[in-house]
């Protein structure tokens, strides 16, 4: 029985026409980086797979080149219901645009598709059934059982784990035995059939994490499964050869297959991609390193940002401190420069894993708030509520301009004010702004120095009565309070209270703190002028009168 004949009996639902796939998917006709996310459909992005994502577009797009989204289900024990809407929503939350691939649950965009892998199983099957005919791969009748026995005898004997040499027992079979074996009904799985020697080292460079030396492979890997389904580092050839991929950048769990994927490539007669191997993220704990856990640490989740409403560019900011170790002093030099300015570089990432600093995050988020407008902080803030504060939502609806005069206490001027760290900080910060709030919540109100209820009503409706006037410049405003400072024996100006504290009940700021705490219950809070001039004279009053 010849080769070909062989593949026939094997493989009888498709051709070995591999040329018709090698002019279907012609070489692509771009200058820069063509790179993939190909995830499992298993849902939840976390940290590792969105700076992997993060990192893949933002190399694509510095060099013009192409982005992809590829659904790696070949592993059909995996799956999760709604894993692949899942990836395309968060994909699609932080901005991270895809040229082609996956664009939904049912649809796809792009040339080199399929791309999802489990529509591609007649590719892998033609590539599969060309092998078998050239000699390079073989059918493995091997149960489970007998599997697991080789292992233990290569255990005992201390040698490598696996199918090769000598253990590949099915290599050995002729094809008058196979034929047989088939006939005779007995199940198989595809072999592929290293020619690789274990004592040769090869190189291999990483653009991460450089020149990497290896023995070949000589493992005969499966590369199509009992379900028909080819394993990832078939797939992984095929596809990444047919989409025209020029850069795999992947979890460096796959730097040990290296030597393995090479070979395929070779074999294949296809020209291995560059390589980039992401190392895992890490994180510092009580002084030692250790990674990321997905398990206990809630801010490896990606789901952990949207809830705290950190807006999509810090977090993006902060991606780009972890990817690449010179963007934090570029973005030091250039606070306001924008991402598209800082160019990606595979030679600045960390090659044993970067640390993610959390309280780095909340800053870069907290100094990217105070440079939005008004306009942006409120727009941002609609969306965010309309997810996870429904109330607030509705209150900043109906309240546009003056949400947007709060919002713009201390802002849009050259040093802002630096207080929201995240979406959902802001209606803690400020919540006695707004009427339904003030109303609604429970009031403590921190008096300071003066704590004695009657001097505070004194001197608040004096305030009210003869000083108030919400047209006031600030100047004005102020001179007013210190007026009143002096009718009730606090010192208007501050050197004289300094020199002769004695001499007064307290001084200027004093009077200023029982109005700020009178209208807000805090005693810190923005500029009160503003704060004055926001609520306006009816709230003002309403609210200094209910003091008891
Ligand atoms: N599906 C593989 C994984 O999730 C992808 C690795 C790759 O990017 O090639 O690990």
């Not at 290569?154 to 490598?160: D, F, P």
């Not at 001179?479 to 002769?500: C, I």
Request: glycine share 4%; hydrophobic share 35%.
């Amino acid at each position: 029985m010849t080769n070909k004949e062989l593949a026939d009996l094997l493989i009888p639902d498709v051709d070995s026409n591999i040329d018709y796939y090698e002019k279907l998917y012609k070489p692509r006709n771009v200058e820069g980086i063509v790179t993939r996310f190909a995830p499992s459909p298993t849902g939840f992005v976390h940290m590792g797979s969105l700076l992997a994502s993060f990192i893949e577009n933002k190399a694509a797009k510095d060099t013009n080149g192409v982005f992809y989204l590829r659904i790696e289900d070949t592993d059909q024990k995996r799956e999760v219901e709604n894993g692949v809407q899942g990836i395309i929503d968060d994909l699609n939350y932080f901005n991270i645009d895809i040229d082609e691939g996956v664009v939904s649950e049912t649809e796809e965009k792009g040339e080199y598709g399929p791309y999802t892998q489990s529509k591609r199983k007649n590719i892998y099957r033609t590539y599969a059934k060309h092998l078998i005919e050239e000699g390079l791969a073989y059918p493995c009748f091997c149960s489970p059982e007998e599997i697991e026995e080789t292992r233990m005898i290569q255990e005992k004997r201390k040698v490598r784990i696996g199918y090769y040499g000598r253990f590949a027992k099915c290599r050995r079979l002729t094809n008058d035995e196979i034929k047989e074996m088939v006939e005779a009904g007995k199940p198989y799985i595809i072999r592929f059939k290293s020619h690789g020697d274990y004592d040769t080292k090869i190189k291999i460079n990483d653009l991460v994490k450089g020149t990497l030396e290896f023995p070949e492979n000589d493992m005969d890997i499966v590369i199509i499964k009992s379900d028909g389904l080819p394993t990832y580092h078939f797939a992984h050839a095929i596809d990444d050869h047919l989409m025209r991929t020029t850069h795999v950048i992947r979890g460096d769990e796959w730097v040990s297959s290296l030597p393995l994927h090479v070979q395929l490539f070779e074999t294949l007669g296809f020209e291995p991609p560059k390589y980039a191997h992401l190392s895992p993220i890490m994180k510092e704990e009580d002084g030692k390193k250790r990674k990321l856990s997905k398990r206990k640490d809630p801010e490896a989740a990606v789901s952990y940002y949207n809830e705290l409403g950190i807006p999509i560019e810090a977090v993006k900011l902060y991606l780009m401190t972890v990817a690449n170790s010179n963007f934090e002093e570029w973005y030091l030099k250039n606070p306001d420069g924008k991402l598209e300015d800082f160019k990606f570089d595979f030679k600045k990432i960390s090659s044993s894993g970067a640390l993610f600093d959390v309280e780095k995050l909340f800053n870069i988020s907290k100094n990217y708030i105070s440079r939005l407008s008004k306009d942006e902080v409120y727009d941002s803030l609609v969306k965010w509520t309309a997810t996870f504060d429904k109330e607030f939502n509705e209150i900043l609806l109906n309240n546009e301009e003056y949400a947007k005069r709060v919002f713009n206490i201390e802002r849009e001027q050259a040093k802002p004010r630096k207080d929201y760290v995240y979406y959902s900080d802001i209606k803690n910060q400020i919540w006695y702004m707004f009427e339904e709030y003030f109303t609604k919540f429970e009031k403590n109100y921190e008096w300071q120095k003066i704590t004695d209820i009657t001097e505070i009503k004194n001197i608040l409706t004096t305030y009210v009565d003869e000083y108030l006037d919400v047209n006031d410049d600030k100047d004005t405003w102020f001179n007013k309070v210190k007026q009143l400072a002096d009718k009730f024996g606090y010192a208007s100006d501050m050197k004289a209270y300094k020199e002769n504290p004695d001499a007064y009940k307290g001084n200027v700021s004093d009077i200023a703190t029982i109005i700020r705490v009178a209208l807000t219950t805090k005693s810190q809070t923005p500029d009160l002028y503003e704060i004055i001039n926001i609520l306006g004279i009816d709230r003002v009053k309403t609210r200094i009168n209910i003091i008891k």
